[in-house]
């Protein structure tokens, strides 16, 4: 795969473009620094946050259906890998021959790697740098039949056309052969919405706040945590939970070479994490090129898993 690698310049200005304009916003990615992947992982064991079991519930309800839709997997390739978990589960159902496990950082995908290999000799696996904001391409893989696993609603945090961008995409880099295995939330009351991203432990509050500590770090910015706090709602009219921080005083950030005021109540956007229909996702899949769709579901239809063949 061909991964443009950022230098820090090019990270430091993206952050201060984003909170230089009229509506700061800053890209969810910075999330997952070491803090917040283990934050993250927090937030998938809590009971508000039903996303990751009901998707666990349905991946094994449906596993035999999955991997008859899918048929023979020659390359897995698990796009926001993480810590490999939910890449390896596939392992005995899909029986991959290569496995690729993608993120952005390459070095939590290493040590997970390292373990499974153990577990897995029979299976070829590589670890790989990967911003899916960039273009995905693999020169290497031209001719073998890959199945993409995309899981846990990472594509919800995409706006619908760049989601679209991102299958099409992969539509093209299958050529004719293989597909996507892609998890999604679904529209639902917007009580369960708001609960799962405002959870009582304050989890989210802290995942969403750490986003600061790494700006920080990665700036040599002086945000002061006590002054900021977490806000996320359900936007029905855009079907997504819209994540913020809002400075709770009049204050000024600064780092090297710049600056920014924020006043009382302004809000630095953070997230976006877009819920779907179930008619909705699929014709969004259909549109970015893949031939044939099939889903499974829930019982309370809070979750889709989806199969789209290219
Ligand atoms: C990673 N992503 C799918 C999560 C979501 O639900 O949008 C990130 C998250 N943000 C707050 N809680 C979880």
Known sequence: MSQKQLPDFELSKEIIDGLLQEKPSISPKFFYDEIGSHLFEAITFLEEYYPTRTEKQIMSQYSKEISAAIGVCDVLLDLGAGNCQKGSALFSSLKPREYRALDISKEFLEKAILGLQKEFPQIMMQAQTCDLQNELTFPDLVGRKK????????????????????FQNIVQVCDGDGGLLIG???????????HAYNDMLGITAAFNKNILLHLNRLLKANFDLRCWEHYAVFNEQSARIEMYLRSMRQQSVSWPGGEKHFEVNELIHTENSYKYTQAKFEDLLVSGGFKTVRSWTDPQSYFLVTYAAA
């Open 147 to 166: 199945i993409f696993f995309y899981p846990g609603s990472s594509i919800g945090n995409f706006d619908p056309d760049a989601a679209l961008k991102l």
């Open 184 to 194: 999604v939330d679904l529209i639902k009351d917007p009580e369960v919405l708001n």
